[in-house]
Nanobody
Framework: QVQLAEFGGGLVQAGGSLRLSCAVSGGVFTRYIMGWFRQAPGKEREFVATIIRSGGNTYYADSVKGRFTISRDNAKNTVYLQMNSLKPEDTAVYYC??????????????????WGQGTQVTVSS
């Protein structure tokens, strides 16, 4: 069974930074395109960022471009999301996801096959 586990969420003031980690087990990490999504209460799940298998190409939602950075360490089976200049509207549960597909970028939740449990990020005003 492929399992994803997110870490690093928490409470931060506007303008601050957080780094999320997602550890993948039970599968071959390098086979997956990885993505980050977020979901606020009462809202649909929203694409944040994605990275290809080699880590050479990334794609971001306009709302986070220039502030967030996705990266992966294939030796550690881990994908990261560095979040800088955080805003209150970034408050959400953040989910790590893995896709066994081949096209890039993958921006729809339906593009992804495996999901983590989510980690809460709260940005105060």
């Amino acid at each position: 069974q492929v399992q994803l586990a997110e870490f690093g969420g928490g409470l931060v003031q506007a303008g601050g930074s957080l780094r999320l980690s997602c550890a993948v087990s039970g599968g071959v990490f390098t086979r997956y395109i990885m993505g980050w999504f977020r979901q606020a209460p009462g809202k649909e799940r929203e694409f944040v960022a994605t990275i290809i298998r080699s880590g050479g190409n990334t794609y971001y939602a306009d709302s986070v471009k220039g502030r967030f950075t996705i990266s992966r360490d294939n030796a550690k089976n881990t994908v990261y999301l560095q979040m800088n200049s955080l805003k209150p509207e970034d408050t959400a549960v953040y989910y790590c996801a893995a896709s066994s597909g081949w096209a890039h970028p993958r921006v729809r939740p339906d593009d992804y096959d495996y999901w983590g449990q989510g980690t809460q990020v709260t940005v105060s005003s």
